[in-house]
């Protein structure tokens, strides 16, 4: 166990200064790949599609261990790198897009890949996103009240969010068992109602949530072959651990670290993790 000195271990320091030394910067991977999605389920149920794009994304993100990392899963191509959500807003993301690298506070860098690869598919949203439908659905006097921001509707841009989390359900049943509640309930109703497509949508999430912890394991045994010792050892465990959560209870300390995170994970993927509690 690594020695504890001055509140902090070697290993949270090394990580600590890591992470610091990173330039925050924009990802355009999450932006591509729910863009992708969204284009290929036109038609079908909103609640599908949403689920069908969180699938897309953890099946085809880039995924990475970063050097002495023991809780792992990451939420962009590199670390302290922000992902898009064009599916809430774009407008700002274009108009902001030349502006990021330059600004005073809150600065990210914009490689010309990432431009140019977010120019491609951000301006497929105008109209449809959640801020161009609620607009849209907002009565004109009320639009020229918030124009002139004599109130603020919150949401707008963002997941709504505001919820508290249920992690104690997946680290004492996993996932696989809540797939087989899912299904006994969908059975209940009939195909095409909105109960139906609501736990059909719980399934594809919770399958395509234990694929993405797969990944992880088989990465970490992958890395493994390339260290020998303590290293070695810690990326063995941690290829274990990522084939039994969080698909299967957590019956360790060190499981249920990472099958928490791993499910907080998901939700900051999903939608901005806004709000959670």
């Known amino acids: 166990?690594?020695?504890?000195?001055?509140?902090?271990?070697?290993?949270?320091?090394f990580l600590r200064v890591?992470?610091?030394n990173c330039q925050p910067a924009i990802c355009s991977e999450r932006a591509v790949l729910v863009t992708e999605s969204y284009k290929q389920t036109t038609g079908e149920p909103e609640i599908i599609r949403r689920a069908r794009a969180l699938e897309h994304l953890l099946k085809n993100m880039?995924?990475?261990?970063?050097?002495?990392?023991?809780?792992?899963?990451?939420?962009?191509?590199?670390?302290?790198?922000?992902?898009?959500?064009p599916e809430f807003s774009v407008d700002w993301i274009l108009d902001e897009l030349p502006t990021f690298s330059a600004r005073k506070a809150d600065r990210f860098e914009v490689s010309p890949e990432t431009r140019e690869a977010l120019e491609s598919v951000l301006p497929w949203w105008k109209g449809k996103t959640v801020k161009d439908r609620a607009l849209a659905a907002i009565d004109p006097r009320t639009k020229e009240a918030l124009d002139h921001l004599v109130f603020i509707l919150t949401g707008l841009s963002s997941g709504i969010g505001h919820i508290a989390v249920d992690y104690e359900?997946?680290?004492r049943r996993?996932?696989?068992?809540?797939?087989?509640?899912?299904?006994t309930r969908s059975e209940s109703f009939p195909v095409g109602s909105e109960e139906h497509d609501f736990y059909q949508a719980?399934?594809?999430?919770?399958?395509?949530v234990i694929a993405f912890?797969?990944?992880?394991?088989?990465?970490?045994?992958?890395?493994?072959?390339?260290?020998?010792?303590?290293?070695?050892q810690e990326l063995l465990e941690i290829a274990r651990i990522y084939s039994q959560v969080p698909a299967e209870p957590a019956v360790?300390?060190?499981?249920?670290?990472?099958?928490?995170?791993?499910?907080?994970?998901?939700?900051q993927l999903e939608s901005n993790g806004h709000s959670i509690s």
Request: hydrophobic share 45%; charged share 20%.
């Open 252 to 267: 360790s300390f060190h499981e249920a670290l990472q099958s928490f995170w791993f499910i907080h994970l998901v939700i």
């Open 1 to 13: 166990m690594d020695e504890i000195k001055e509140g902090i271990t070697p290993r949270g320091a």
């Open 202 to 208: 719980g399934l594809i999430v919770c399958q395509s």
């Open 62 to 85: 880039s995924i990475w261990i970063g050097e002495q990392e023991l809780i792992v899963g990451n939420q962009a191509a590199r670390a302290r790198s922000a992902p898009i959500f």
């Open 169 to 171: 359900r997946v680290l």
């Open 174 to 183: 996993g996932l696989r068992d809540i797939m087989t509640e899912l299904k």
């Open 18 to 20: 890591q992470l610091l």
């Open 213 to 232: 912890a797969e990944r992880y394991s088989k990465l970490a045994l992958s890395l493994a072959q390339q260290h020998e010792g303590q290293r070695r």
